[in-house]
């Protein structure tokens, strides 16, 4: 998340009247790091991780496993470890340390996250583009997760699992139980207050989000429908009846719709676990050719990821997170939201290309694309060029929703924390991250579409695929845009089930030479996950013959061509299919459980024995 100050934050009717003040001022400091920085360049590729765990305890006589709400006593008992280790105490870590090669890699970080059963892990220091610290990649990941199951109790384990199966359902999820009757924040049927970090951010974001909107949040997720799964399904487990918050009447007035799972609250997505990696370019004009170059691969790895079948005890009919979340902080009032005012929630996916290079021609940039006109004119007047203050200027037309009284009046020379306020609760498939005030830090973009994998083998295939088709994109300027318009419908297909199987993706096949002008509807077409990966004869190479194309080019020893290449196969076999998805696993998992009736009813017990078989992973 983003950041985390010490202070009294404000209810969403004073927040409300500093949103200009916030916006001004997050404007202002984004201008006074363009005026230093916008020249600055050679940076070199740096790049991290960063993974998400929730941490289970397990029952073994019970026959259960629930979230352990313990997320505050173990991040400062990792932080005291991640001191020590970085004093150069290496006690108790000895026996970690033979999992990795040098010593830099062994001060991970820790950070807290939403759910109050999650961690957030990073690699210490960012790691290189050179291919020696893209094979440390998994050493690092395996470290850090065991750095951490370490120092839990013995029956938790820190799972990198994107959506917890049973979170939200009737009874006893969390460890220890909490009634969901006491959730003043999201006002939720299902999840209880201390579900939430208890930072003072989380629950007012929580509250905030609902007290702008107007309502709570309301997702509705097609169920699975199984061979005895009752049709219409309407669900037994939501509290219909219950008078204890204003919005208890939604429900049964249309929030939740038959034949789907409802959700009602922020901790249903931004409870979820994912993989996120950010890369730096070597100046603004490569951050904004790499941000552009990622966002059609957005969608076709959030498919090929794809971890996340079950909700609130129920199978669905989506294998991935991203529209959960999405709907869990979309904070924008009715007529925002009906009137197509704001097409989308601060959660979605990217509007707008924004490189200058010539590939990036004005008609990919066909969503309709609201933005704040006296903010834009600003950053006009200052010299920004159209594409830049149109970014800008369009996740400007957010309120920020945490406001802390303490931290209202900054130097706007020296800080940027109003905007990011703005920028970091524009959670988009890609962030455009610029440098931090006062750092050696330089312009970076955040891929943020995936979902986190249950191995770390599998995390760093994903990591490294990822780098070197960042690393591909800009040394041989592929030119991969379609219009944006079309991404958006691939972000729909790819969290249907099965999409990484059995879905088309519209995907561009003239990657190399610069397009021909006009002519848009013939330079992508309809391709499967194989296709876009593998290839498809003398129309596309597929994306992992342009990245062998850019280890040609590299210095690289056999035995390290032979590590790279074992991750680039797990991509290559999850594409044809020879390896299935997370999503389908777990799936399959659920159906052939000999106690599962066929009801789409994922049971306690269902539950254990599948978190079981994942930790045994
Ligand atoms: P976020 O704001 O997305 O939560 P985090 O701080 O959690 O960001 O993670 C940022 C990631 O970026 C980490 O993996 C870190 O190692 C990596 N990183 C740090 N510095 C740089 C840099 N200069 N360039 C690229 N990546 C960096
Ligand atoms: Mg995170
Ligand atoms: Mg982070
Ligand atoms: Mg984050
Ligand atoms: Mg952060
Ligand atoms: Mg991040």
């Known amino acids: 998340m983003g950041l985390l100050y010490l202070g009294t934050p404000l209810p969403w009717d004073e927040a409300k009247k500093y949103a200009d003040h916030v916006r001004t001022h997050g404007i202002t400091q984004f201008l006074h790091i363009w005026d230093r920085l916008k020249d600055r360049t050679g940076d070199e590729l740096l790049w991290g991780d960063e993974i998400e765990y929730m941490v289970v305890a397990f029952d073994e006589q019970e026959k259960s496993a629930k979230l352990s709400l313990r997320q505050t006593e173990i991040l400062a008992k990792l932080s005291d470890i991640v001191h020590d280790i970085s004093a150069g105490l290496r006690y108790e870590v000895d026996t970690l340390m033979l999992l990795t090669d040098h010593f830099s890699v062994a001060v991970p970080n820790f950070h807290p996250e939403y759910g109050r059963y999650m961690l957030e892990s990073t690699p210490g220091s960012p790691y290189t583009g050179y291919i020696q610290d893209l094979l440390s990649v998994e050493c690092n990941m395996r470290y850090r997760r065991a750095l951490a199951r370490k120092h839990l109790k013995p029956n938790e384990i820190p799972l990198t699992f994107t959506s917890f199966p049973l979170l939200g359902v009737q009874g006893h999820f969390t ?157 924008r009032t009715e007529e925002e939201r009906g009137l197509k005012v704001i097409p989308k929630s601060r959660y979605d996916s990217v509007d707008l290309y924004i490189s200058n290079d010539g590939f990036n021609r004005p008609e990919y940039n066909d969503n309709y694309l609201p933005y ?90 994903f990591a490294v695929f990822v780098v070197l088709l960042s690393r591909a994109i800009l040394s041989f300027n592929l030119n991969l845009y379609i219009p944006i318009s079309k991404v958006d419908e691939n972000m729909a297909t790819a969290q249907r089930r099965d999409a990484a199987a059995k879905a088309k993706f519209h995907f561009r096949k003239d990657v190399y030479p610069p397009g021909r002008s006009g002519a848009s509807s013939e330079e992508y077409e309809e391709m499967s996950m194989d296709e876009i990966i593998n290839g498809k004869g003398d ?61 789409s009813v994922v049971s306690q017990e269902i539950n254990y024995d599948l978190l079981l078989a994942i930790d045994e992973m």
């Open 175 to 331: 460890e220890p139980y909490f009634n969901p009757n006491d959730a003043v924040s999201s006002h939720s049927f299902f999840l209880p207050e201390e579900i939430t970090n208890p930072h003072a951010r989380f629950p007012t974001l929580t509250a905030n989000i609902r007290s702008r909107r107007g309502s709570k949040v309301a997702i509705n997720l097609p169920i699975f429908f199984d061979e005895k799964t009752p049709r219409p399904f309407v669900d037994p487990t939501i509290p219909w009846d219950r008078n204890i918050y204003k919005e208890d009447s939604d429900a049964k007035n249309g929030a939740a719709l038959p034949d789907h799972i409802y959700l009602d609250a922020m901790g249903f997505g931004m409870g979820c676990c994912c993989l996120q990696l950010t890369f730096q370019a070597c100046n603004v004009s490569d951050a904004r050719r790499l941000y552009d170059g990622l966002i059609p691969i957005g969608p076709i790895l959030l498919a090929l990821t794809g971890a996340s079948p079950i909700w609130r005890g129920y199978l669905a009919d989506v294998d991935c997170r991203w529209n959960v979340i999405a709907g869990s902080v979309d904070d």
């Open 372 to 461: 704040d006109e006296s903010i834009y004119d600003r950053l006009r007047a200052h010299g920004i060029d159209d594409l830049l203050s149109k970014h800008m200027s369009h996740l400007f037309i957010r309120d920020p929703l945490v406001v802390f009284s303490e931290t209202i009046n900054q130097d706007d020379t020296s800080s940027s924390d109003h905007f990011e306020n703005i920028q970091s609760t524009n959670w988009q498939t890609l962030r455009f991250k610029p440098p931090p005030p006062n750092s050696p830090i330089g312009w970076r973009v955040e891929f943020r579409s995936m979902e986190v994998q249950i191995t770390d083998f599998e995390n760093a295939a």
């Open 539 to 599: 129309n596309f190479p597929g994306l992992l013959r342009l990245i062998y194309a850019y280890i040609d080019t590299l210095d690289i020893e056999p035995r390290e061509l032979a590590k790279v290449g074992s991750y680039l196969d797990l991509i290559r076999r999850r594409a044809n299919g020879s390896l299935i998805t997370p999503a389908t696993w777990i799936r399959n998992f659920v159906r052939s459980h000999p106690t599962y009736k066929h009801d």
